[in-house]
């Protein structure tokens, strides 16, 4: 696991270019003993290569696989540009993350940081930073930017009755993973559950809430509540906004008539309806044979061939935690994990969905840029 001091971040630091923050990057991660002179290079001879933006305001410049001789001790060093840098392209960096690693230990770096620094508005939390401590706390996903909910957050055909044995046990879900406490139980209940339609119902609280949550329960058999179906209770425990996303998702699904899909789903369906855009289309998997996995080049690789194509681009790393990310997104696809052997399933609708597919599996085959 990454772990971050106040001494191994820069604050308001400025550069005429990506250049120049690349180099005084270089020179902290020398600086602090990390690595050896001339890891500079292998920085830039990265940059070269391919971009290092990761999106949302974040850079991540790295060294090349021959200069891994030159790096000491694996770490990072975090130069934080409030005005920002022009990385090229119309991108702009507002975080600049140099990242020394001895081998495919910065995997798990990147994995961790791409985890974090995906979530919806973070560019904007990490321009306006002022403190170390703050970017830490959103570097080591202290700072919440996204609502807790997983599988184990969700409970199917439970044998409730009524919605209040529905609620009890969604707010229950809640405050066993210690996110919310008693109060937030008894406020649910005391308030009531609103249908939203589909026999879907929602009960929420932000009373004795400690970290934003959803929960999902479904009763073993459906029944009715003041004349509408009960099929299925979300349960929205709040202490910031870091659930308005998944509204979003169900609002979507409650609009195209969709939402009796949560009533059907298995957990982990449950999950991905709620926290993504779902994909219905063709599908494929491919092995991932690049020595030292998918880090930052390979990824970008594989993200600019899907984004070459009209189709919503979907991918899951069958070895690693089984979520679908946005095959067109940098961040998504190193957030995955992908190490040597993996196996990639990508699921893509629309009109050109199997070329799409056909692509990015010789893509694959061709060895993302770094040959076969």
């Given at each position: 696991m990454l772990?971050?001091?106040?001494?191994?971040?820069?604050?308001?630091?400025?550069?005429?270019?990506?250049?120049?923050?690349?180099?005084?990057?270089?020179?902290?991660?020398?600086?602090?003993g990390l690595v050896?002179?001339?890891?500079?290079?292998?920085?830039?001879?990265?940059?070269?290569?391919?971009?290092?933006?990761?999106?949302?305001?974040?850079?991540?410049?790295?060294g090349t696989t021959d200069t891994r001789g030159l790096v000491k001790q694996t770490g990072v060093k975090v130069h934080h540009f409030p005005q920002g840098v022009n990385w090229g392209n119309g991108k702009t960096v507002y975080l600049a993350i140099g990242i020394a690693a001895k081998s495919d230990e910065h995997l798990g770096i990147l994995k961790q940081l791409t985890k974090v620094l995906s979530a919806d508005g973070?560019?904007?939390?990490l321009k306006n930073c002022d403190s170390e401590s703050g970017i830490i706390s959103i570097l080591n996903g202290e700072a919440q930017l996204e609502a807790e909910f997983d599988a184990g957050l969700v409970q199917l055909a439970f044998p409730a009755t009524d919605l209040i044995q529905l609620t009890a046990v969604a707010t229950g879900l809640i405050k066993n993973r210690q996110?919310?406490?008693?109060?937030?139980?008894?406020?649910?209940?005391?308030?009531?559950?609103?249908?939203?339609g589909q026999g879907i119902w929602l009960a929420k609280s932000n009373q004795d809430v400690s970290r934003t949550?959803?929960?999902?329960?479904?009763?073993?058999?459906?029944?009715?509540?003041?004349?509408?179906?009960?099929?299925?209770?979300?349960?929205?425990?709040?202490?910031?906004?870091?659930?308005?996303?998944?509204?979003?998702?169900?609002?979507?699904?409650?609009?195209?008539?969709?939402?009796?899909?949560?009533?059907?789903?298995?957990?982990?369906?449950?999950?991905?309806?709620?926290?993504?855009?779902?994909?219905?289309?063709?599908?494929?998997?491919?092995?991932?044979?690049?020595s030292h996995g998918l880090h930052a080049r390979?990824?970008?690789?594989?993200?600019?061939?899907?984004k070459k194509f009209n189709s919503a681009i979907q991918v899951v790393n069958l070895n690693g935690e089984g979520k679908p990310a946005n095959a067109k997104s940098l961040m998504k696809v190193i957030a995955l994990g992908v190490k040597c052997g993996h196996e990639l399933q990508f699921t893509a609708q629309g009109d050109d969905a199997e070329l799409a597919l056909e692509s990015i599996g010789q893509a694959i085959a061709d060895g993302l840029g770094e040959g076969k």
């Open positions: 772990s971050l001091s106040k001494n191994d971040i820069q604050l308001k630091q400025t550069a005429t270019s990506k250049e120049d923050a690349i180099k005084a990057l270089a020179a902290s991660l020398e600086t602090q050896e002179a001339g890891y500079v290079n292998g920085m830039l001879a990265r940059e070269a290569q391919n971009s290092t933006f990761l999106g949302n305001g974040i850079a991540i410049p790295h973070v560019e904007e939390k996110f919310a406490g008693n109060g937030c139980v008894a406020d649910a209940i005391a308030t009531g559950a609103t249908h939203l949550a959803l929960s999902f329960v479904t009763p073993a058999v459906a029944f009715e509540e003041n004349g509408q179906a009960v099929k299925g209770l979300i349960m929205v425990a709040a202490c910031n906004s870091a659930h308005v996303s998944n509204l979003g998702f169900l609002t979507q699904l409650i609009y195209t008539a969709q939402a009796d899909k949560l009533a059907t789903a298995d957990a982990d369906k449950v999950v991905s309806l709620l926290t993504q855009e779902t994909l219905e289309g063709s599908t494929a998997s491919f092995k991932i044979r690049n390979p990824g970008a690789m594989l993200v600019s061939v899907a």
